[in-house]
């Protein structure tokens, strides 16, 4: 058995600069990796299939499972004959703006490179992971780094500071395709993506969350104003920065103390059924 951990990422920034001939969005974002994280273990079957094994049952275990995807794609493109059974052990909320399927896919992709001894390269990797989703690529590295393109032009920044994270996830569902259509490239207010590079530099915790921006979150929170009350919620209780993630609609706060995060943490546990304190891991 292969054991692999899949964190959740957050966006620092998260910005669009304008609209492709293929479709998608040109994005400039910075994610991080933080310490909540989906399990997985991989395990070899002599029947040739992909299996997922999970308990969670807002996730799929069929080809919808971006997981499953990732190892379809891995066996047919390295002609491996046997099959695999995924143990799937979400801990990372589902559909919240924090790549938690992205990542379960990028940790399956690392697993089955491993228990298949392919010995493939990053680039390797990469390419496969560029195939299933626009953050995936992102997820196979981890760490701290700038993101554009689609999100598959990766460039590795230091890590932030050492800090405590609290995240709430209002009880919405939020479908990323509807967040991005709603996009007015006429309207946006660009976050400051160079700034937050320079504090990362810098390691300057406040110059960092004095400049986390998102455009996607007055989107969000037109279509659920729960984003706004955890936000204040979140402002109210000392936060040092507040943002949205991805395109929500969990709402993140970064603080230096250990005591003021528990002091946010309490003041949301009850407003919102999802609610988790952790570090920061970058
Ligand atoms: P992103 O931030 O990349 O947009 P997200 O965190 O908002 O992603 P996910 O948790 O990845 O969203 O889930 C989005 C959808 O993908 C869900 O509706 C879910 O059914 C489906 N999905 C597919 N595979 C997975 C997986 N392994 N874990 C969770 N959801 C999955």
Redesign the pocket.
Known sequence: MIYEK?P??INLTLDVLHKREDGYHEVEMVMTTIDLA?RLAFEMIHDDRVE?A?E?R???NDK??????AATIMKEKYHIKKGVRIH?N?N??????????????AATIRGINRLFELKLSQNELLEVAAQI????PFCVIGGTALAKGRGEQLKPLPSPPSCWIVLAKPDV????KDVYGQVKLDHIKHPNTSSVIEALENQDFLKMCANLSNVLEPITTNMHSKVEQIKSKMINANATGVLM????P?VFSLVLKQAKAERIYNSLRGFCSEVYMVRMLG
Do not use: E, H, M
């Not at 919808?64 to 995807?69: S, V």
């Not at 989703?133 to 995936?136: E, L, T």
């Not at 993630?245 to 929500?248: E, I």
């Open positions: 899949a959740a990422k989906d997922i999970s969670n807002f996730v799929p919808r499972n971006l997981a499953f995807q799937l979400k990372i909320p589902v559909a919240a703006g924090l790549a938690g399927g992205s990542s379960d896919a989703g626009s953050d995936v569902g939020i479908s990323t993630s991805g395109s929500g969990t």
